[in-house]
C-alpha cells in the first residue's frame, strides 16, 4: 500500500474514455442510482473486480485441500453475504456472477431510498450529506458507504434531525409519495437476485485479465 501519504487510489478507470455503448450504460446507471458522476460507478466497479479476482484465485486452488484456503473462502462469501451481495448458502460461482448493480444497490444512497426514507436516490443522497441519516446513532454522511445486512434493521432518520418529527413537512411529502408507490420485497431491495449459469470460458478470461489489472490496495466502503 505505501506511505499514507502516498497512497494508491483503490479504483480503476476505463481504458479507454470514449465508448459510446460504456457512456450510455453508465448514463442509466448514474440516473436509477442517483449517482453524481461516472467515477462512482468505476469505484463499484473496481470493488466487484477484486471481490471476482478473489474468488477466481480460489475457485484455482480448491483441489489443494489446504485449511487456509477453505478459510479464505468461507471469509469470502460471509463477507459477501454480511454485505448483501450473496443470498445464503452461496458459492464461488455466484460471487462471479456479481455485477455492478449488485454494488451499486447495496450503496447507503440506495438503501436510504429502499427504506422510503426518501422519495428518490437524488433526494436520499441529498438528505444523507445533510445529515439527516443515521445507522443507530451514527449519523451517516457518506452516500457509497456498503450497507451490511445488519445495519439494515437501524437505518432510519437521525434523532438530531428535523425529519424525526413525522408530522414535518418534508417528512409527510416522502411518506405520501411513499404510499403511492409499489416496491419490491425487503429480499429483493437488499440482494438483487443472482441469475444465469456458470461464467462462460470467455467470461472467465475477462475476469482473469481485469484481475491482473485491478488495485490491490484495501477495500475500502467510504467513498463519497
Known amino acids: 500500500m505505501g506511505h499514507p501519504k502516498f497512497s494508491r487510489r483503490a479504483w480503476r478507470g476505463p481504458k479507454h474514455p470514449w465508448q459510446a455503448e460504456r ?20 469505484k463499484a466497479r473496481s470493488k466487484l473486480r477484486r471481490w471476482r479476482s478473489n474468488a477466481m484465485k480460489l475457485i484455482g486452488t480448491a483441489d489443494s485441500g489446504a485449511d487456509h484456503t477453505s478459510r479464505e473462502k468461507s471469509d469470502l462469501i460471509t463477507s459477501l453475504y454480511r454485505r448483501g451481495m450473496l443470498p445464503e448458502g452461496a458459492t464461488l460461482d455466484d460471487v462471479l456472477r456479481l455485477d455492478v448493480e449488485h454494488v451499486l444497490a447495496r450503496r447507503l444512497q440506495s438503501q436510504v431510498y429502499y427504506k422510503g426514507l426518501a422519495s428518490s436516490p437524488k ?13 443507530g446513532e451514527q449519523i451517516m454522511t457518506v452516500p457509497g458507504y456498503i450497507l451490511t445486512r445488519d445495519e439494515e434493521a437501524v437505518l432510519q432518520y437521525s434523532s ?24 419490491n420485497t425487503e429480499e429483493e431491495e437488499s440482494s438483487l ?18 484481475a491482473a489489472a485491478a488495485p490491490s490496495a484495501d477495500d475500502d466502503g467510504g467513498e463519497s
Not at 433526494?123 to 445507522?135: D, E, V
Not at 428535523?162 to 409499489?182: F, K, V
Request: no cysteine.
Open 23 to 42: 457512456i450510455d450504460e453508465e448514463r442509466t446507471l448514474i440516473h436509477n442510482y442517483g449517482l453524481r458522476n461516472h467515477r462512482e460507478i468505476w
Open 123 to 135: 433526494q436520499a443522497r441529498q438528505l444523507l450529506l445533510h445529515g439527516h441519516i443515521s445507522i
Open 160 to 183: 438530531s434531525s428535523d425529519l424525526a418529527d413525522e408530522t414535518h413537512a418534508l417528512r409527510q411529502e416522502i411518506e405520501s409519495i411513499r404510499s403511492q408507490a409499489s416496491f
Open 193 to 210: 437476485e443472482l441469475t444465469g449459469a456458470a461464467p462462460t470460458t470467455d467470461e472467465v478470461k475477462e475476469i482473469e485479465e481485469a
